[in-house]
């Protein structure tokens, strides 16, 4: 709509002139518009179509409130907007909270309102959302940590967010990034440092993987208490075997 693309392009005088005019009233209460302004961010035109009874709430079909937009596109101001006019009802009804929205978009100012305000550091992603990603994230840890955000990460960790709580476990995407300041940020959070994907019938350790050619890594891990006993656990048991599966020998 007309009402729509201005307020998406940010500008004002023209979304001032179409509500005058009463253009699209019923639009007001749909979501799209006051979504479409989200993306200029434009904290003037968000006043202006909440003033006109915009509503904060209503989602689009795919879940998203408007809040979720300006967390993020990262726009700060027009997110003080919409916290205290953005229910926590209709937020957990989408599935996401607008931490995974800053923290997918790198934000952590964003963040940092959001955390102040309230919002929990420990809201998991619903089923229906986390079925777009392959790797079945949940947290908003793991996209501050998929992006290499250190910042972020601390932000969410100081605030309580738990490391051990996705598919894939923060710090083995955070080992496969190479990023020391980020392991260890996880690392004194409490992350677990002898995670393992079931895979195989082993129990070897998955961070081992990313540390066996760097020094400086596996330092980090044996000194957050990785057992390196793990790495001879066999259910075949301790004398030389072949593996029916790939026929490699597992000499113990």
Request: charged fraction near 15%.
């Amino acid at each position: 709509t007309p009402l729509g693309l201005a307020a998406q392009s940010g500008h004002l005088n023209i979304v001032e002139i179409l509500l005058q005019r009463g253009v699209c009233d019923s639009c007001l209460f749909t979501g799209s518009v006051l979504f479409e302004a989200a993306a200029s961010g434009n904290p003037d035109i968000i006043a202006l179509l909440l003033e006109h009874g915009a509503d904060a709430n209503a989602p689009l079909h795919s879940g998203h409130l408007p809040i979720h937009r300006v967390a993020y596109r990262g726009h700060l101001l027009a997110l003080e907007q919409l916290i205290p006019v953005t229910k926590e009802e209709d937020i957990k009804k989408s599935g996401m909270s607008p931490l995974h929205s800053a923290a997918a978009g790198g934000h952590p100012q964003c963040l940092d309102v959001l955390l102040n305000a309230g919002h929990d550091p420990n809201f998991m992603l619903h089923p229906r959302v986390r079925q777009n990603y392959d790797d079945g994230r949940r947290s908003a840890l793991f996209f501050a940590v998929s992006n290499s955000d250190v910042q972020s990460a601390r932000l969410l960790l100081d605030a309580g967010a738990m490391p051990n709580q996705d598919p894939v476990n923060c710090l083995q995407v955070a080992l496969r990034l190479g990023n020391y300041e980020l392991i260890n940020t996880l690392l004194r959070s409490g992350a677990n440092v002898n995670y393992y994907s079931r895979i195989n019938t082993t129990h070897f350790p998955s961070a081992l993987q990313y540390a066996l050619k760097d020094e400086v890594m596996l330092r980090m891990l044996l000194n957050h208490g990785y057992d390196v006993q793990r790495c001879f656990d066999c259910p075949y048991g301790d004398g030389p075997h072949i593996s029916l599966h790939n026929f490699f020998l597992c000499a113990l």
